[in-house]
C-alpha cells in the first residue's frame, strides 16, 4: 500500500493537466513488472523527477530517486520526501544513500538516478557518474535508460520557472533494459551512449525554436555548448567551495 505517493500522483497529474502539460512516452513496456531496476534518467530541469516516475505507472509502480539531502532538510519538502520513501544524498557522505540504495534494489524496488549528479545547463548529455552501474552490478539488477525532453522549458537552473498554464509538450522514452556487467567503467560508458541515442531520438520529432535559451546550441538555440556549461559548472563549484571555507 502507497497511502501517500499514490494520492500525490493523482495531485501531480492535476497540476500537469491544469499547466497543459502534453506528455509523449515512449518505451514505457520496458519497466519491468516486478523486481528491481536502476532507472537512469538524464537531469534538464527541477521537475523532470516528477515526469520520470509516469511510465512506471503502467505496471502500477513507484521510483524512489535519490536526491540531495537539502531537499529532505526542508520543512516543506522534507516529509513528503520521506513519505514517499525516496533516498537522501549528503554528497559529501554519499556512502549511506549509496548503501541504502543497493539495499531497495535488493527488495525489489525501483530507485531513480541521475547519472549527470546536476542539472545539465547545455541540456546535452553531461559525463556520467559511475554510481548507476556500479549499483546495478552489486545488486544484480538492470539498468533502464529513460530520457525526458522539454522539462528545461518549465523550470531549469538559471531561468525563471514557468508553472503556469504553458501547453508545453514533454517527451519522455524508456529504452530497453541494459543487463549489468563489470567494469562498471564499460557499463557507464554504455549508458551513456544508449541515452546519447535515446536522446537524439526524441529531439528529432520535436519542435526547437531557434535561440530560445532551453534549445542545444547544436539545434541552434541559446543554451550554451557542453564546454562552456561545464566550465559555468565548475565556476560555481569554487565559488560554493570558497563561501563554506569562509564559514
Known sequence: MEPVYFPIIGLAR???????????????????????????????????????????????????????????????????MRALKHIPVDRAAGADSYHEAVNRLRSGELVGVYPEATISRSFELKEFKSGAARMAIEANVPIIPMVIWGAQRVWTKGHPKRLGRTNTPISIEVGAPIQPFEPASELTDQLHKTMEAMLLNVQKDYVHEPGAYWVPARLGGGAPTLDEANELDRAEAAEKAARRAEQ
Open 14 to 80: 492535476t497540476v500537469f493537466a491544469a499547466q497543459g502539460l502534453k506528455f509523449t512516452v515512449t518505451g514505457d513496456e520496458n519497466i519491468p513488472a516486478s523486481g528491481g531496476a536502476v532507472v537512469a534518467i538524464n537531469h534538464t530541469g527541477y521537475m523532470d523527477f516528477t515526469y520520470a516516475g509516469l511510465p512506471a505507472r503502467t505496471t502500477k509502480r513507484y521510483v524512489r530517486f535519490m536526491a540531495k539531502k537539502e531537499v529532505f532538510d526542508n520543512s516543506i519538502t522534507g516529509p513528503i
